[in-house]
Antibody, heavy 128, light 112 residues
Framework: EVQLVESGGGLVQPGGSLRLSCAASGFTFSSYWMHWVRQAPGKGLVWVSRINSDGSSTSYADSVKGRFTISRDNAKNTLYLQMNSLRAEDTAVYYC?????????????????????WGQGTMVTVSS | QSVLTQPPSVSAAPGQKVTISCSGSSSNIGNNYVSWYQQLPGTAPKLLIYENNKRPSGIPDRFSGSKSGTSATLGITGLQTGDEADYYCGTWDSSLSAGQGVFGTGTKVTVL
Protein backbone atom coordinates (compact mmCIF):
# COMPACT_ATOMS: atom_id res chain seq x y z
CA GLU A 1 0.00 0.00 0.00
CA VAL A 2 1.27 3.42 -0.95
CA GLN A 3 1.55 5.39 2.27
CA LEU A 4 3.03 8.46 3.91
CA VAL A 5 3.19 8.70 7.70
CA GLU A 6 4.20 11.92 9.42
CA SER A 7 5.63 12.17 12.92
CA GLY A 8 7.44 14.64 15.14
CA GLY A 9 4.71 17.15 15.85
CA GLY A 10 3.97 18.50 19.29
CA LEU A 11 3.92 21.53 21.53
CA VAL A 12 6.88 23.89 21.33
CA GLN A 13 7.54 27.35 22.73
CA PRO A 14 7.92 30.37 20.46
CA GLY A 15 11.48 30.54 19.18
CA GLY A 16 11.90 26.80 19.55
CA SER A 17 12.68 24.10 17.02
CA LEU A 18 11.06 20.91 15.83
CA ARG A 19 11.87 18.33 13.16
CA LEU A 20 9.08 16.60 11.33
CA SER A 21 9.53 13.27 9.56
CA CYS A 22 7.51 11.64 6.82
CA ALA A 23 8.06 7.92 6.27
CA ALA A 24 7.19 6.66 2.81
CA SER A 25 6.29 3.12 1.85
CA GLY A 26 4.77 1.22 -1.04
CA PHE A 27 6.47 3.20 -3.80
CA THR A 28 9.95 4.14 -5.03
CA PHE A 29 10.46 7.17 -2.80
CA SER A 30 13.67 8.24 -4.52
CA SER A 31 11.81 8.81 -7.80
CA TYR A 32 9.36 11.39 -6.51
CA TRP A 33 9.42 15.05 -5.64
CA MET A 34 7.91 15.75 -2.25
CA HIS A 35 6.17 18.66 -0.54
CA TRP A 36 5.08 19.89 2.86
CA VAL A 37 1.69 21.56 3.16
CA ARG A 38 0.18 22.97 6.34
CA GLN A 39 -3.28 23.88 7.57
CA ALA A 40 -3.92 26.08 10.57
CA PRO A 41 -6.97 25.12 12.67
CA GLY A 42 -10.12 26.01 10.75
CA LYS A 43 -8.16 27.53 7.89
CA GLY A 44 -7.19 26.60 4.35
CA LEU A 45 -4.25 24.75 2.86
CA VAL A 46 -0.92 26.50 2.63
CA TRP A 47 2.03 25.17 0.67
CA VAL A 48 5.26 25.20 2.70
CA SER A 49 8.14 23.65 0.79
CA ARG A 50 9.18 21.20 -1.91
CA ILE A 51 12.23 19.10 -2.72
CA ASN A 52 13.17 17.29 -5.89
CA SER A 53 13.84 13.58 -6.07
CA ASP A 54 17.55 13.63 -5.26
CA GLY A 55 17.41 16.54 -2.81
CA SER A 56 19.44 18.92 -4.95
CA SER A 57 16.67 21.48 -5.47
CA THR A 58 14.34 23.01 -2.90
CA SER A 59 11.96 25.92 -2.59
CA TYR A 60 10.05 27.53 0.27
CA ALA A 61 7.08 29.73 0.96
CA ASP A 62 8.10 33.28 1.84
CA SER A 63 6.60 32.85 5.31
CA VAL A 64 9.07 30.09 6.26
CA LYS A 65 12.12 30.95 4.14
CA GLY A 66 15.25 31.12 6.27
CA ARG A 67 13.57 29.33 9.19
CA PHE A 68 12.53 25.95 7.74
CA THR A 69 14.68 23.42 5.89
CA ILE A 70 13.36 20.54 3.83
CA SER A 71 15.54 17.49 3.26
CA ARG A 72 15.27 13.82 2.45
CA ASP A 73 17.09 10.54 3.02
CA ASN A 74 16.31 8.29 0.09
CA ALA A 75 18.09 5.36 1.73
CA LYS A 76 15.63 5.62 4.62
CA ASN A 77 12.62 6.55 2.47
CA THR A 78 12.07 9.55 4.69
CA LEU A 79 11.30 13.23 4.15
CA TYR A 80 12.12 15.84 6.80
CA LEU A 81 11.16 19.37 7.72
CA GLN A 82 13.46 21.12 10.17
CA MET A 83 11.59 24.04 11.70
CA ASN A 84 13.52 26.69 13.62
CA SER A 85 12.55 30.03 15.18
CA LEU A 86 8.96 28.86 15.42
CA ARG A 87 6.19 31.41 15.77
CA ALA A 88 2.59 31.18 16.94
CA GLU A 89 1.47 31.53 13.33
CA ASP A 90 3.27 28.29 12.46
CA THR A 91 0.66 26.39 14.49
CA ALA A 92 -0.96 23.97 12.06
CA VAL A 93 -1.38 20.41 10.93
CA TYR A 94 1.59 19.62 8.69
CA TYR A 95 1.07 17.22 5.81
CA CYS A 96 3.70 15.67 3.59
CA UNK A 97 2.55 15.01 0.05
CA UNK A 98 3.90 13.29 -3.03
CA UNK A 99 4.09 15.14 -6.34
CA UNK A 100 2.50 13.21 -9.17
CA UNK A 101 5.59 13.63 -11.36
CA UNK A 102 8.70 15.73 -11.59
CA UNK A 103 12.06 15.76 -13.34
CA UNK A 104 14.96 18.00 -14.25
CA UNK A 105 16.44 18.19 -17.73
CA UNK A 106 18.88 20.55 -19.39
CA UNK A 107 19.12 22.73 -16.33
CA UNK A 108 15.38 23.19 -15.96
CA UNK A 109 12.96 21.34 -13.72
CA UNK A 110 9.36 20.38 -14.40
CA UNK A 111 6.77 18.94 -12.08
CA UNK A 112 3.04 18.62 -11.88
CA UNK A 113 2.52 20.40 -8.54
CA UNK A 114 -0.37 17.98 -8.10
CA UNK A 115 -0.22 16.06 -4.84
CA UNK A 116 -1.55 12.57 -5.29
CA UNK A 117 -0.59 10.95 -1.99
CA TRP A 118 -0.95 12.68 1.39
CA GLY A 119 -0.02 11.65 4.89
CA GLN A 120 -2.48 11.84 7.77
CA GLY A 121 -0.81 14.97 9.14
CA THR A 122 1.01 15.86 12.34
CA MET A 123 -0.04 18.72 14.59
CA VAL A 124 2.44 21.42 15.54
CA THR A 125 1.44 23.85 18.26
CA VAL A 126 3.61 26.86 19.01
CA SER A 127 2.63 28.37 22.34
CA SER A 128 4.11 29.44 25.64
CA GLN B 1 -1.87 34.37 2.01
CA SER B 2 -3.92 32.57 -0.69
CA VAL B 3 -3.38 34.08 -4.12
CA LEU B 4 -6.11 32.01 -5.74
CA THR B 5 -9.68 33.15 -5.11
CA GLN B 6 -12.59 30.75 -4.68
CA PRO B 7 -16.17 31.37 -3.54
CA PRO B 8 -16.54 30.61 0.18
CA SER B 9 -19.48 28.28 -0.35
CA VAL B 10 -21.76 26.70 -2.92
CA SER B 11 -24.80 24.53 -2.40
CA ALA B 12 -27.30 22.46 -4.36
CA ALA B 13 -29.79 19.67 -3.89
CA PRO B 14 -28.85 16.00 -4.33
CA GLY B 15 -28.52 15.09 -7.98
CA GLN B 16 -27.88 18.64 -9.06
CA LYS B 17 -24.68 20.22 -10.35
CA VAL B 18 -22.32 22.71 -8.75
CA THR B 19 -19.35 24.57 -10.16
CA ILE B 20 -16.50 26.08 -8.19
CA SER B 21 -14.36 28.81 -9.69
CA CYS B 22 -10.69 29.49 -8.99
CA SER B 23 -9.27 32.82 -10.09
CA GLY B 24 -5.58 33.57 -10.31
CA SER B 25 -3.09 35.39 -12.51
CA SER B 26 -0.68 34.86 -15.37
CA SER B 27 2.12 33.85 -13.00
CA ASN B 28 0.14 30.94 -11.57
CA ILE B 29 -2.97 29.56 -13.28
CA GLY B 30 -2.20 31.30 -16.55
CA ASN B 31 1.03 29.39 -17.07
CA ASN B 32 0.81 26.27 -14.95
CA TYR B 33 -1.35 23.21 -14.45
CA VAL B 34 -4.23 23.39 -11.99
CA SER B 35 -5.21 20.63 -9.59
CA TRP B 36 -8.26 20.23 -7.36
CA TYR B 37 -8.58 18.61 -3.94
CA GLN B 38 -11.44 17.41 -1.78
CA GLN B 39 -11.06 17.55 1.99
CA LEU B 40 -13.65 15.76 4.07
CA PRO B 41 -13.92 16.88 7.71
CA GLY B 42 -10.99 15.70 9.80
CA THR B 43 -9.14 14.06 6.93
CA ALA B 44 -6.25 14.81 4.62
CA PRO B 45 -6.96 16.33 1.22
CA LYS B 46 -7.58 14.01 -1.71
CA LEU B 47 -6.57 14.71 -5.30
CA LEU B 48 -9.59 14.99 -7.60
CA ILE B 49 -8.22 16.64 -10.74
CA TYR B 50 -4.68 17.17 -12.02
CA GLU B 51 -3.22 18.87 -15.11
CA ASN B 52 -6.37 20.99 -15.38
CA ASN B 53 -8.80 18.26 -16.39
CA LYS B 54 -7.44 14.78 -15.70
CA ARG B 55 -8.89 12.45 -13.06
CA PRO B 56 -6.75 10.04 -11.03
CA SER B 57 -7.77 6.43 -11.02
CA GLY B 58 -10.81 5.89 -8.84
CA ILE B 59 -12.23 9.41 -9.13
CA PRO B 60 -15.71 9.23 -10.69
CA ASP B 61 -16.45 11.16 -13.86
CA ARG B 62 -18.97 13.24 -11.91
CA PHE B 63 -15.95 15.40 -11.15
CA SER B 64 -14.53 17.49 -13.99
CA GLY B 65 -12.02 20.29 -14.36
CA SER B 66 -11.34 22.99 -16.89
CA LYS B 67 -9.08 25.98 -17.31
CA SER B 68 -9.35 29.14 -19.35
CA GLY B 69 -6.79 31.91 -19.16
CA THR B 70 -6.17 32.74 -15.52
CA SER B 71 -9.19 30.91 -14.14
CA ALA B 72 -10.12 27.30 -13.52
CA THR B 73 -13.37 25.56 -12.70
CA LEU B 74 -14.32 22.36 -10.90
CA GLY B 75 -17.66 20.82 -11.74
CA ILE B 76 -19.51 18.23 -9.72
CA THR B 77 -22.57 16.61 -11.26
CA GLY B 78 -25.05 14.21 -9.66
CA LEU B 79 -24.35 15.75 -6.27
CA GLN B 80 -24.32 13.28 -3.37
CA THR B 81 -24.38 13.79 0.38
CA GLY B 82 -20.91 12.30 0.49
CA ASP B 83 -19.65 15.22 -1.61
CA GLU B 84 -20.11 17.61 1.31
CA ALA B 85 -16.57 18.78 1.90
CA ASP B 86 -14.13 21.60 1.39
CA TYR B 87 -12.62 21.91 -2.07
CA TYR B 88 -9.34 23.59 -2.95
CA CYS B 89 -7.66 24.47 -6.21
CA GLY B 90 -3.89 24.47 -6.40
CA THR B 91 -1.11 25.32 -8.79
CA TRP B 92 2.42 26.67 -8.97
CA ASP B 93 3.34 30.33 -9.00
CA SER B 94 6.33 31.06 -11.20
CA SER B 95 6.72 34.71 -10.23
CA LEU B 96 9.76 34.01 -8.08
CA SER B 97 12.98 32.27 -9.11
CA ALA B 98 12.33 28.93 -7.45
CA GLY B 99 8.56 29.26 -7.59
CA GLN B 100 6.06 28.56 -4.84
CA GLY B 101 3.02 26.38 -4.52
CA VAL B 102 -0.29 28.16 -4.07
CA PHE B 103 -3.75 27.02 -3.04
CA GLY B 104 -7.14 28.60 -3.35
CA THR B 105 -9.07 30.03 -0.45
CA GLY B 106 -11.29 26.96 -0.33
CA THR B 107 -14.97 26.36 -1.03
CA LYS B 108 -17.39 24.54 1.21
CA VAL B 109 -19.90 22.46 -0.71
CA THR B 110 -23.24 21.87 1.02
CA VAL B 111 -25.78 19.37 -0.20
CA LEU B 112 -29.21 20.72 0.65
Amino acid sequence: EVQLVESGGGLVQPGGSLRLSCAASGFTFSSYWMHWVRQAPGKGLVWVSRINSDGSSTSYADSVKGRFTISRDNAKNTLYLQMNSLRAEDTAVYYCARDLWGYCSGGSCYFSAAFDIWGQGTMVTVSS
Amino acid sequence: QSVLTQPPSVSAAPGQKVTISCSGSSSNIGNNYVSWYQQLPGTAPKLLIYENNKRPSGIPDRFSGSKSGTSATLGITGLQTGDEADYYCGTWDSSLSAGQGVFGTGTKVTVL
